[in-house]
């Protein structure tokens, strides 16, 4: 028996190696047929702009075109901001892929806000016209930031046949349901315990109005040992990491006053506007309001909280109840939804886990807008659906969010190339490998030391995918 089973392990290494040689070599002869492309200019890099369905897209294509297509997707942009077409992260970054021999590729979509069912249909349609303008690539790899990259995740989900590998880069990917919900959470909180219910959290019709009021708020709260109490509790309930700025150290674990100090900086510069202005977009666009406390036990949520240790500190050294500010939570009246909203919002989109390609994502560890937890609920989805070996998830200690370097953006993807062309992972994810592949890129894309660490997110606060009951409504 034991004969027969390495046998059998030898059979499937041999297989196995033979099929990656053969991926291997094909690809090698697609990317030879892509140096004739009517879109390679031998004399440099080939720009192409213009307009589809109302979206403006850029296309990239170098002279030395390797025959692998990036199809970015760009990060939120506020209704009102100008539509514009972006093919990478950064321009120290494009420009390196551009060197290396990729071309780029990116749409504004056509819609700002939460715009995922507008990005998708954009996405593909930038594809097709690429493939009828420039021939079809060897491969495609997908890639975004932030709301790219729940969009990078959606479009992989929805469209599988068209990608060879994906990278979303602190990526909302907890969905939407997960996502909305958990802002929810600490909106709830911060209106029953220090706005005096004066705020709308949802249904949201003057979000400028609603913006200004929490602003006054939260800065007059922060003055008072018990205000402060309560902003931990509310940032807790959100999973807010207490470090804001990538140019300063991780606050100790123990030093609460700085961690809270970095969580009212986090609501009250970036957080708040996701709150009201994007609530509000979403709530428009959707149809209602697709979020809902039914159920949440506040005290839970608080024990589960990577923060809670904080809250009770705060609280117990400004002299104030935290059984109290629990127990008002639990009392309030809870916040129903709209459930055509919701069926929108689960549509656009929510996660299965089913991979059908390799997928590496990337997350900073002190993201207070797109919390690391994100990546959890998507491993998590994945497990399920029996397809973690072709995901890989990766981590830099940095605060802020999307705040990598071209370097680590670069090492990123070396990795899933690698992945992609030996069908293996290899050791290829370990972060002291990562950081000297970053490393080596040199100090112009290196912007900060490069800094992949070894780091497992803790569980995301609220379930993210739809509940039973709504699914048989």
Known sequence: MKRRLLSFGILFLLCSTLAAMSAGTAFASTRAMHTSSSCVNPSGTNTLQGTIDGANYLIQVPSNWNGTLLLYSHGYAFVGSPLRAQDASDSLTGGALLQQGYALAGSSYSQNGWALQQAFHDQIALLDFFDATCGRPARTIAWGDSLGGIITAGLVQLYPQRFAGAMPLCGVLAGGIGTWNQALDAAFAF????????????????????????????????????????????????????????????????????????????????????????????????????????????????????????????????????????????????????????????????????????????????????????????????????????????????????????????????????????????????????????AAFGPALNLAPPAFIDFKPAPFLRPFVLPDPFERT
């Open 191 to 438: 209106n029953i315990l220090l706005a005096n219910n004066s705020l709308p959290v949802v249904h949201i019709s003057d979000p400028g109005s609603a913006f200004n009021s929490a602003e006054a708020i939260i800065k007059a709260a922060q003055a008072t040992p018990q205000g402060r109490a309560r902003i931990a509790l509310v940032s807790a309930l959100g999973d807010t990491p207490g470090w804001f700025s990538a140019a300063s150290p991780e606050p100790a674990k123990d030093d609460y006053a700085a961690q809270e100090q970095n969580q009212f900086l986090w609501s009250s510069q970036v957080d708040f506007a996701f709150i009201f202005f994007a609530r509000a977009e979403l709530e428009a666009r959707a149809g209602g309001n697709p979020s809902w406390n039914i159920g949440v036990d506040y005290r839970t949520q608080l024990d589960r909280s990577v923060d809670r240790k904080e809250v009770r500190a705060l609280y117990k050294q400004a002299g104030l109840s935290l059984d109290g500010d629990l127990n008002a939570l639990n009392r309030a009246p809870r916040i129903l939804p709209d459930l055509q909203a919701v069926f929108y919002l689960n549509r656009y989109i929510t996660f299965n886990g089913d991979l059908d390609i390799p997928v590496l994502t990337m997350h900073t560890t002190g993201d207070g807008l797109v919390v690391n937890e994100d990546e959890q609920t998507y491993a998590s989805v994945v497990r399920e659906a029996g397809d973690s070996a072709l995901l890989r998830q990766v981590f830099v200690h940095r605060a802020g969010h999307c705040t990598f370097t071209p370097a680590e953006n670069l090492a990123g993807l070396q990795t899933l190339i690698h992945r992609l062309d030996t069908g293996r992972w290899d050791d290829s994810t370990n972060p002291d490998l990562m950081n000297q592949e970053a």
